[in-house]
């Protein structure tokens, strides 16, 4: 048996024959092809559910929840048929919720009510709420300093998941679970989030652009979406229309069933029994992967490629031909997809993409940009024609929430690199409810199966082994 005392093994490691570290990455990574790949064939073999879905791409049920429904089909029958999409919180459609906002401003926080609490507020719980929301929008000047500020990067998700994180250490109850204790730090996180992003976004600016730093503190009486532009902007100033159409946008992301990934995020972790801003800041993890709340700036990428290879935008013909090099994997990133096409529940519409289209037209009227949202009307109607041509599908391919919201958030000002981040900001009361409901309903840690298909093998010692 080969042994080693403690000068030897530092002799050893420290001998110039040893080169260089790179080196050593590129054998590892060689072992670790040769000995992990998975025969696809038996994910087949073994009927497992890829990403939780069955055969169909439809979701395996894992769980029950009242907070949302998202509805793309009528039953006929005992038959599934595709229907108009329809999407609603708590039992109320966001159609509806949004069509009966009319002059007024608090919509998101409307509906961070009736997430958490299952109702919408009548005047007097409302103004409550407000109340509470407006005093726990703060925060600690030390904290900016000392947190916020240090470590500034470009990727906004990294530095709320560090500022999540360590506002654990500022609390004084931080991993009680109890329903009572996780509904209050839910209602700070919520309120503290924008700030987190903000914050975050301007210490890059200024650290990493050579930028002149001015942090705003939110005002009491706006809007959380009033809020952010003010804080966002430099002059703190901003137009009732742009308000109102953060704060749909805001609303249209706020929840969208158990199963999308950073929600299931939140299921799972929560399960364990770990503490809330464990769990938050798990979910904001899984929102910034490039397949979950990554899509809208790939979709502003794609039209910056579109509009730099197309002379004329109203010619349908030019763009036909364009879209379908995209999809021969011709042009742009040479993936075959066209970004914010195709959903996987909804067919005949996104009702989501329905309502925030309609925003993004006003808002186009108002900077004077129609020209530049007709051309994503025009990719819109013929891209779903294109896509199911190319993969011989019969199902509608509707455009989804992605395909307008960064066109919004370019128009409104906002930053690239906060637009994933203003998705965690809309998601996390969604986040929270669901939680909640776990901590009320689950009682039991989520662990699904995986089958071992490997083999059993010896393990001989060191010096016997090739």
């Known amino acids: 048996m080969v042994e080693y005392d403690e000068e030897e093994i530092r002799e050893m490691l420290t001998s110039e024959e040893m080169g260089d570290l790179s080196d050593y990455l590129d054998v590892f990574y060689s072992e670790l092809l040769k000995n992990q790949l998975i025969d696809k064939e038996l994910y087949t073999k073994y009927d497992v559910k890829r990403g939780l879905r069955d055969s169909t791409g439809k979701g395996v049920l894992t769980g029950l929840t009242e ?233 502003q990428n794609m039209f910056r490629d579109i509009k730099e290879h197309i002379s004329d935008w109203n010619n349908d013909d030019e763009i036909r031909e364009y879209l379908n090099k995209i999809l021969d994997k011709q ?42 949202f007709e051309l994503y009307n025009l990719v819109e109607e013929i891209a779903g024609e294109l896509i199911m041509k190319k993969h011989k599908v019969q199902k509608n391919v509707c455009a989804n929430v992605d395909f307008y919201s960064g066109l919004v958030y370019t128009m409104l000002g906002i930053p690239e690199e906060l637009f994933t981040p203003i998705f965690a900001i809309a998601r996390i009361p969604g986040w929270c409810a669901h939680r909640l409901e776990e901590l009320l309903n689950g009682n039991k840690i989520i662990r699904p199966a995986y089958k071992y298909v490997g083999r059993h093998v010896d393990c001989p010692l060191i010096e016997e082994r090739n």
């Open 67 to 299: 907070i949302s429904d998202v509805v793309a089909f009528e039953e006929v029958n005992g038959e599934r048929i595709p229907c108009e999409g329809h999407l609603f919180y708590q039992g109320c459609d966001v159609n509806d919720l949004v069509k009966g906002l009319k002059g007024r401003k608090f919509g998101f926080e409307e509906v961070i009510y009736l997430l958490l609490f299952g109702k919408l507020p009548n005047e007097e719980e409302f103004k409550q709420f407000l109340f509470a929301m407006s005093e726990m929008q703060t925060l600690n000047n030390r904290f900016i300093r000392d947190v916020v500020m240090k470590a500034s990067n470009s990727n906004i998700m990294n530095a709320m998941q560090r500022c999540v994180l360590t506002l654990y250490t500022y609390d004084s109850n931080q991993d009680s679970i109890t329903p009572e204790n996780v509904l209050r730090q839910s209602l700070e996180l919520i309120n503290k989030l924008p700030l987190l992003a903000v914050y975050s976004y301007l210490s890059y600016c200024h650290f990493r652009k050579d930028e002149t730093l001015v942090i705003r503190n939110p005002k009491k009486g706006l809007s959380m979406a009033e809020n952010i532009l003010y804080m966002l902007r430099r002059d703190g100033k901003y137009t009732e229309l742009e308000a109102k159409v953060l704060d749909v946008a805001l609303i249209l992301h706020a929840e969208h069933g158990g199963g999308n990934n950073s929600t299931f995020t939140t299921h799972v972790v929560t399960s364990s029994g770990t503490d809330t801003y464990s769990s938050v800041s798990a979910s904001i993890g899984s929102l910034k992967g490039p397949r979950h709340g990554g899509a809208n700036l790939k979709v």
């Open 331 to 372: 042009a742009f990133d040479c993936s075959g997809l066209i970004y914010g096409m195709g959903h996987a529940v909804y067919t005949i519409s996104d009702p989501r993409e329905v309502i925030l289209k309609q925003y993004a037209r006003n808002l186009a009227e108002e900077k004077g940009m129609l020209e530049e």
